[in-house]
């Protein structure tokens, strides 16, 4: 765990670094000076309390319907453990969700696992319609060169998920991969339930492309609020890949790039940097209570993901 931790922070800053090489330094520590930190802190405070609730609110739902029912209140320590390990080792961050699955519902680590790649799934075709439609919206924005990218990923979901809600399997091995058990979740998932899920994601992401502007008006950046709007799938789609705490490095990169001759660099980067790091300091004490019971089985484990992994054995026909 303290190997992978010490990699995943390194990737990190050395990202940092390479964005910080055509910076004044100087610049970006009178922009972190001069910020309000009263704008900053509300804005930040309520784009994490937002996404910590509203993904606990998306697993509950998302358990319910798989596996056995969920309650919102019962998945918070849980959902509380694994905010804390994405500041702690972000590679081992989904073990609270696997072990929640296994010990309180009994279901297995396979299923599990897939159960939490269907979680990923719902996200993929979230991010890639959101930036088709802000490219689409505002073609004016950087964003609109990803949009033939964000499509295709978009048109591959949607396919799939056709084929899993209304393909009729004919092929010997569509019948195998339909029948797994450990796919129950993408076997059971009809119009109905992505929906659903889907509305829960966009509620959770509407509101931080607003939340994202008042930061940047908190560190005197005027950049227009479409063209923030535009901009923040890209932002917390690459911010949120499960490769860095809180997108720290990679948050930084689009940001500067993204509103690069709409605002100077360096106070940009001192925004979307201490962004990153609030972020990653408001899952600490999350550690505290209930989220230390999933946290010490980890550690016990030394973070070996082979240690949780298992073969499930068939379901009978």
């Known amino acids: ?18 964005e910080l090489r055509g910076i004044n330094f100087s610049q970006v520590m009178s922009s972190l000076e001069g910020a309000r930190l009263e704008w900053f802190i509300g804005a930040t405070l309520a784009s994490f309390l937002i996404w910590f609730f509203g993904e606990n609110l998306l697993f509950a739902r998302m358990f319910s319907y798989f596996h056995k029912h969920t309650g ?3 998945l918070l320590p849980a959902t509380a453990a694994a905010y804390f390990l994405q500041a702690i ?4 961050s989904n073990v609270a969700m696997l072990v929640f699955l296994r010990m309180r519902k009994g279901i297995g680590w396979v299923t599990a696992g897939f ?4 979680f990923g799934f719902i996200d993929g075709i979230m991010f890639s319609a959101s930036i088709v439609t802000a490219g689409l919206l505002v073609p004016s924005s950087p964003i609109r060169r990803f949009v033939p990218y964000a499509g295709a990923v978009l048109a591959l979901f949607l396919l799939i998920a056709a084929w899993w809600m209304w393909r009729e399997p004919r092929l010997r091995f569509e019948r195998w991969l339909r029948n797994r058990p450990s796919l129950v979740s993408f076997r059971k998932a009809d119009l109905a339930i992505y929906c659903e899920l889907l509305a829960i994601r966009f509620g959770i992401m509407a509101p931080q492309g607003f939340l994202f502007w008042v930061c940047m008006r908190a560190f005197g950046l005027y950049v227009p609020l479409v063209q923030v709007l535009a901009l923040t799938p890209l932002i ?3 911010g949120g890949l499960p ?6 490095g990679f948050l930084q990169a689009v940001a500067v790039s993204g509103f690069a001759g709409l605002a100077p660099e360096a106070p940009v980067f001192a925004m979307s940097f201490a962004f990153s790091v609030v972020q990653i300091l408001y899952r600490i004490p ?5 989220a230390h019971v999933f ?4 550690i016990r484990t030394g973070g070996q993901r082979e240690a949780i992994t298992v073969v499930e054995p068939p379901l009978a026909e």
């Open 72 to 74: 919102f209140r019962e």
């Open 243 to 248: 490769v860095t705490p809180a997108g720290l």
């Open 1 to 18: 765990m303290l190997l992978e931790a010490l990699t995943v922070y390194s990737i990190a800053g050395a990202i940092v670094w390479f």
């Open 295 to 298: 946290t010490q089985m980890v």
């Open 89 to 92: 080792n972000i590679l081992v």
């Open 286 to 290: 999350l550690g505290i209570g209930s």
């Open 236 to 238: 917390f789609g690459v």
């Open 115 to 118: 159960t939490m790649t269907f």
